[in-house]
């Protein structure tokens, strides 16, 4: 269920938090399942709208992490929205209002078990202090390649194996990665994200697929 990779990040509590700090979540388990790149125009149309809002700088190729689904909301909660790029978008992605940071995202696919991070797009506690997630959990695979478009920016070389890189979703390289196969955690300590979901506002953007976000003139739906 863990890639290799990753077995040496420290696996007891984590936590998360938007850029500006009104948003604490501890996560109970610190060792991500895994760790992507991403190319698809979701993720970069997420990441815009955020980013016009106020929020963080869009990565020219965000990375996605996932987690065990076990977090405890410490404080902010007020701030939490749960956006959809559109009215029938599969995913949907807590925005925090304090400082449009992106915390956790959920996804069908996910099966309940696991949630997703964009690593540039929130903070996430380190796994030893000062050494950048970058060296201490890599992306192993880069994923949705035939979405890039170099209008984003200059395509940074994949650190990873090269025959990770995929033009649509990657392959099961590790067993038991399947969310439908994983087992959930047997003695989780917080809740679900879907339990947070329910209690959270939620807003759908209305955009259009694929469709850049260079300002705010670019979206039909606001925040209030
Ligand atoms: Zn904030
Ligand atoms: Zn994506």
Redo the contacts with the bound molecule.
């Keep these: 269920m863990f890639d290799k990779i990753y077995d040496n990040c420290d696996p007891t509590e984590k936590e998360i938090s ?6 604490l979540i501890k996560m109970s388990h610190g060792r991500p399942r895994r760790v992507m790149e991403c190319c698809c125009v979701d993720c970069y149309q997420h990441l815009e709208w955020a980013s016009v809002m106020g929020g963080p700088k869009v990565p020219i190729v965000p990375t996605l992490s996932y987690w065990d689904n076990d977090v405890v909301v410490v404080r902010g909660e007020e ?1 939490l929205r749960v956006v959809l790029l559109r009215e029938d978008g599969r995913s949907k992605r807590t925005t ?1 209002t ?2 449009f ?1 992106t915390l956790m995202v959920d996804h069908p696919g996910y099966s309940g078990v696991m949630f997703m991070l964009f690593e540039e797009a929130c903070r996430i506690q380190d796994d030893v202090p000062d050494v950048p997630p970058t060296k201490t959990r890599p992306a192993e695979s880069r994923i949705y390649f035939k979405d890039f478009d170099t209008s984003r920016g200059k395509l940074p070389e994949f650190g990873g194996d090269p025959s990770r890189v995929h033009q649509t979703c990657c392959p099961k390289y590790i067993n038991g990665w399947n969310s439908k196969s994983s087992p959930t955690l047997e003695n989780p300590s917080g809740e679900k994200i879907q339990s947070l979901f329910e209690r959270i506002p939620q807003m759908i953007l209305g955009l259009e697929e694929g469709k850049r976000i260079l300002s705010r003139s670019d979206c039909p739906v606001g925040f209030e």
């Design positions: 938007c850029q500006c700090g009104e948003v701030h925090a304090c400082c940071s």
